[in-house]
T-cell receptor, first 115, second 114 residues
Framework: ETGVTQTPRHLVMGMTNKKSLKCEQHLGHNAMYWYKQSAKKPLELMFVYNFKEQTENNSVPSRFSPECPNSSHLFLHLHTLQPEDSALYLC??????????????FGAGSRLTVL | AQTVTQSQPEMSVQEAETVTLSCTYDTSENNYYLFWYKQPPSRQMILVIRQEAYKQQNATENRFSVNFQKAAKSFSLKISDSQLGDTAMYFCAYVIQGAQKLVFGQGTRLTINP
């Protein structure tokens, strides 16, 4: 596979469930990102990992827990979510964690519905 | 705070027409980059075009070009000879050179009609 792959594509969970979103990139990039895309709102940056180290946490509630075991894989662990957390969660990667000269490559997203 | 504003929530044109999407941004920085991303129904965001603020020449990628007005903080996207496959959400975005946070606008839903 090439590019940025996200699984699952769709996820429905109850507020007491624990689930995880997975992202894998095959581009040899060193930085990975989680973005949240809600209806009628701009994309919101959640987390950034650069060379496996978390370098940005954009005031995200602790019910979202990221994990980056290596530069190719990124997880978002979900527990005790709220219905307002329903959204499209986009993973992205870049060659390095400073943007401009480096650009983001996105996955197709995981559509999360919290009941 | 840096903000990006796309004033057109939706647009619709006929195939083969030219369409221009508007974007304005607010920043006090001098070195930054601007982007247009496309998100088709498949949901994957695809980079359309990038502009470096220090370059006066407008970026062009095939049928896509920008009109970058730095003083006015305006960055519009022109799509020439529009095609059905151009139907998508289009997002304007901004980043300070070297920063990690790309700031996005709310998007413009563009529909190309046959």
């Amino acid at each position: 596979e090439t590019g940025v792959t996200q699984t699952p594509r769709h996820l429905v969970m109850g507020m007491t469930n624990k689930k995880s979103l997975k992202c894998e990139q095959h581009l040899g990039h060193n930085a990975m990102y989680w973005y949240k895309q809600s209806a009628k709102k701009p994309l919101e940056l959640m987390f950034v990992y650069n060379f496996k180290e978390q370098t940005e946490n954009n005031s995200v509630p602790s019910r979202f827990s990221p994990e980056c075991p290596n530069s190719s894989h990124l997880f978002l662990h979900l527990h005790t979510l709220q219905p307002e957390d329903s959204a499209l969660y986009l993973c992205a990667s870049s060659q390095e964690g400073w943007l401009g000269a480096n650009v983001l490559t996105f996955g197709a997203g995981s559509r999360l519905t919290v009941l | 705070a840096q903000t990006v504003t796309q004033s057109q929530p939706e647009m619709s044109v006929q195939e083969a027409e030219t369409v221009t999407l508007s974007c304005t941004y607010d920043t006090s920085e001098n070195n930054y980059y601007l982007f247009w991303y496309k998100q088709p129904p498949s949901r994957q965001m695809i980079l359309v075009i990038r502009q470096e603020a220090y370059k006066q020449q407008n970026a062009t990628e095939n049928r896509f070009s920008v009109n970058f007005q730095k003083a006015a903080k305006s960055f519009s996207l022109k799509i020439s000879d529009s095609q059905l496959g151009d139907t998508a959400m289009y997002f304007c975005a901004y980043v300070i050179q070297g920063a990690q946070k790309l700031v996005f606008g709310q998007g413009t839903r563009l529909t190309i009609n046959p």
